[in-house]
């Protein structure tokens, strides 16, 4: 005492949404994340972080009382200091669950726990956020590189040479549930044609995680640029994120494709030789944005 753990936030290269139906999705940690820091005390409690809207509260309360039975009941209070956009598709939720999960579980037992149990933990307070998650965000959290996530299991993905990423936030979005939600409706309506798609996003997936395999960047990038089309071809773009996705494009991107569940605004993804300089050009057309490199410890 004290602890602190760290949760990386993460992007999704390609599968977000076939993931939900049991289909791949490729996936990767990033650099920023959330830190959860744990002081002993008479009995468990959460500083509530500043910021929150009144639902994102009652989700954190909902998902910290779980995560302290299921630890039971360490004599900690924690506090989180997230560096990671909120609700923009980076996964914070499941950074906040992994950090969290990691500083009660160690200040249980008095070791650092397994990545297993962590992600399991984690899972259980995914579900306070998301109700039904594929489970994605959280297990590339805890794994940290890239994965390859299907039905809950995931492959570490070695990269041949680093994958460089602008990160470009397009604005707030409706919640990943609601857009998840509205999908599945559509799916149900109309079965064989979102099927049609589905299956084409899975083969994207794994034809990506041979090219990241293989540091074939310009096939990577290729790929992200159909898979956006599928996405767009969901219901899932819009013009905040097709101007983004065009403008990144414009400024020499191999690949750009929004991430996480996309809809009205969020994070989309821009693919780089050389990504720092894209970001500065990017930030004098008053873009927010930042630079991750995919598949580093
Ligand atoms: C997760 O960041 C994005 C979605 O695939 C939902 C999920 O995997 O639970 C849309």
Redo the contacts with the bound molecule.
């Keep these: 005492m004290p602890l602190s753990a760290f949760g990386p936030g993460k992007v ?1 290269l390609l599968g ?2 076939g ?2 139906y049991g289909h791949p ?1 490729l996936a990767g940690a990033i650099s920023l994340g959330v830190t959860a820091r744990a002081v002993q005390s008479d009995a468990p409690s959460l500083d509530m972080p500043e910021g929150l809207t009144a639902p994102q509260l009652d989700a954190l309360e909902r998902a910290f009382a779980v995560a302290v039975r299921r630890a039971k009941y360490p004599k900690v209070a924690v506090e989180l200091l997230s560096e990671l956009p909120l609700s923009m ?1 980076l ?1 914070s939720s499941g950074a906040l669950s992994v950090a969290t999960a990691r500083v009660l579980l160690h200040a249980a037992r008095g070791a650092a726990p397994a990545v297993r149990d962590v992600e399991a933990l984690a899972l259980e307070m995914e579900k306070e956020f ?1 109700g039904t ?2 489970g ?2 959280h297990t590339t959290s805890a794994r940290g590189g890239l994965v390859l996530f299907q039905k809950g299991r995931a492959v570490a993905v070695k990269s041949a040479r680093p994958i460089g990423m602008v990160v470009a936030l397009v604005g707030p979005r409706a919640s ?1 549930k609601l857009t ?1 939600g509205a999908l599945r409706d559509r799916t149900k309506r109309w079965p064989k044609r979102y099927r049609r798609l589905f299956e084409h996003i899975a083969v994207l997936g794994r034809e990506g995680a041979a090219a990241v395999r293989k540091g074939g960047l310009g096939a990577l990038g290729d790929i992200m640029n159909v898979n956006q089309g599928l996405l767009a071809s969901l219901g899932l773009s819009s013009p905040p994120i097709e101007d983004m996705v065009y403008r990144l494009r414009g400024l020499g991107a191999l690949g750009a494709k929004l991430t ?2 996309g809809g009205d605004g969020g994070a989309v993804l821009g693919l780089f030789e050389e990504p720092s300089r894209s970001a500065v050009a990017l930030r004098r057309q008053g873009v927010e944005c930042f630079v991750t490199e995919l598949g580093a410890d």
């Design positions: 999704i977000e949404h993931v939900v999705a598709g996964g998301h998650p594929s994605v965000d990943t998840v996480g569940a």
